[in-house]
């Protein structure tokens, strides 16, 4: 095959003048759609891009307005646990002071008949604000809390320990704590009234606050015998400015702890100890431990020395009837 032959075979390999006229239309046709595309695109993105400008302009531009506070019109309450949180739930009830537990909790008492009543809570105690004092503070059957509830029998428990309150169709639980009249009570009173020392099943040490538990007591014999020897403390009623502020050092520094002593219907009763100042708080008054408490339970709490004499338990306070 001569030069010229080659040059006109390699012709015939490209495209036919039909073909290109094909694929010519085609790169049109394509570049065509691109630009619709385009187009398209422009048309929804200019609005968009408006609106974003008019927000800014709306945040930079123009000023904000300013929120002015809503001022409360309610007209101001007597300052009773019926409308305020900020007072202690108590009420009194036969000379005797009771706690509402769990800060006024409710309880279910659908499984325990309450067929003994026992009074209702008809006096409602206040702070008169301008003399600065409360009224009513130890009138029997007054309350700051659930003016108007009816007082039951719980079956299990002594009266002198524990009395239930339904108010408004809501069941409330409360325990003794002191005297109506702020009078001593003994040790020995607390838990004869509570009888603790049997109904007690286990015992949980507990930092002040309660919220770190450094171990349990469960053995029977050991519940009642550290409850048996609290009931020997004897009322404290020599303190001074100056042993209310190391029990406040105490208690502020991890030298004081929480005995939670767990009860069969899954309640407890809670008291503060501080072994190294020799003082346990029960209810609402302090006592001085006995040398023999220290001696028999000190390992449980890392062996903190004490520091005030512990009281014998002949020795007893005059002030307590």
Do not use: W
Request: aromatic fraction near 10%; charge should be negative.
């Amino acid at each position: 095959m001569n030069e010229k032959d080659l040059i006109h075979s390699i012709s015939k390999i490209g495209p036919t003048d039909e073909q290109q006229s094909k694929m010519l239309s085609a790169i049109i046709n394509r570049s065509s759609r691109q630009q619709s595309t385009l187009k398209r695109r422009l048309r929804f993105a200019i609005p968009a891009l408006c609106i974003i400008c008019a927000v800014f302009a709306l945040l930079v531009i123009i000023p904000r307005f300013t929120l002015e506070p809503v001022i409360s019109q309610i007209e101001a309450q007597p300052m009773s646990a019926s409308t305020s949180n900020f007072m202690r739930k108590y009420f009194n009830y036969s000379g005797n002071r009771y706690e509402f537990i769990n800060n006024g909790a409710q309880f279910d008492f659908s499984q325990v008949p309450l067929t003994e009543e026992l009074g209702t809570l008809n006096h409602e105690i206040l702070l008169d604000r301008k003399a600065g004092k409360m009224l009513k503070v130890d009138e029997d059957l007054s309350t700051t809390f659930a003016v108007g509830g009816t007082l039951y029998q719980i079956p299990a428990y002594n009266s002198a320990f524990r009395i239930a309150v339904v108010y408004q169709d809501n069941y409330y639980m409360a325990q003794f704590v002191g005297h109506s009249d702020n009078s001593p009570v003994s040790a020995s009173e607390y838990f004869t009234n509570t009888g603790l020392s049997e109904s007690a099943k286990q015992i949980e040490l507990l930092n002040f606050s309660g919220t770190e538990s450094k171990g349990i007591i469960g053995r029977h014999k050991t519940v009642q015998g550290l409850i048996e020897e609290l009931a020997q403390s004897v009322f404290a009623s020599d303190l001074k400015e100056e042993d209310y502020m190391a029990i406040g050092k105490a208690q502020s520094s991890g030298n004081s702890f929480l005995l939670r002593i767990h009860l069969a219907d899954k309640t407890s009763v809670e008291i503060n100890i501080i072994p190294e100042l020799g003082i346990v708080s029960i209810g609402d008054n302090r006592y001085y431990l006995t040398k023999q408490f220290i001696s028999d339970f000190t390992e449980l709490f890392d062996g903190f020395e004490v520091t005030v004499p512990a009281y014998e338990p002949q020795q007893t306070n005059p002030n307590i009837p």
